[in-house]
């Protein structure tokens, strides 16, 4: 079992930064994933990180604005985000694909934290 606590996450301006974490109790060596869910909308993919750190992709959305990155000896995946703007307010979800399937499809991930809230305020 894999359990994921994400961190980090408030009330910024548009324009500002944010950088949130997510600690994974378990020796996982699989890919990560960050995805997001704004109200009345479905979870998207944000960014995900192969085990050894490659394999970054990211979301046209975020990309040249968020830095997905991860620290293998502390067990933990980070998300730098920069430039926000509103329509980047949601709930940010940390997830562990164990099987290292390689995907941005939210179904492809075994594990999920308890998601922390982001808002941007114009």
């Known amino acids: 079992q894999v359990q994921l606590v994400e961190s980090g996450g408030g009330l910024v301006q548009a324009g500002g930064s944010l950088k949130l974490s997510c600690v994974s109790s378990?020796?996982?060596?699989?890919?990560y994933g960050w995805f997001r869910q704004a109200p009345g909308k479905e979870r998207e993919f944000v960014a995900r990180?192969?085990?050894?750190?490659?394999?970054?992709y990211y979301a046209d959305s975020v990309k040249g604005r968020f830095t997905i990155s991860r620290d293998n000896t502390k067990n933990t995946v980070y998300l730098q985000m920069n430039s926000v703007n509103p329509e980047d307010t949601a709930v940010y979800y940390c997830?562990?694909?164990?099987?290292?399937?390689?995907?941005?499809?939210?179904?492809?991930?075994?594990?999920w934290g308890q998601g922390t809230q982001v808002t941007v305020s114009s």
């Open positions: 997830a562990a694909d164990v099987s290292r399937r390689g995907s941005s499809w939210s179904g492809d991930y075994d594990f």
């Open positions: 378990g020796r996982a060596f699989g890919n």
């Open positions: 990180i192969g085990w050894s750190g490659g394999s970054i």
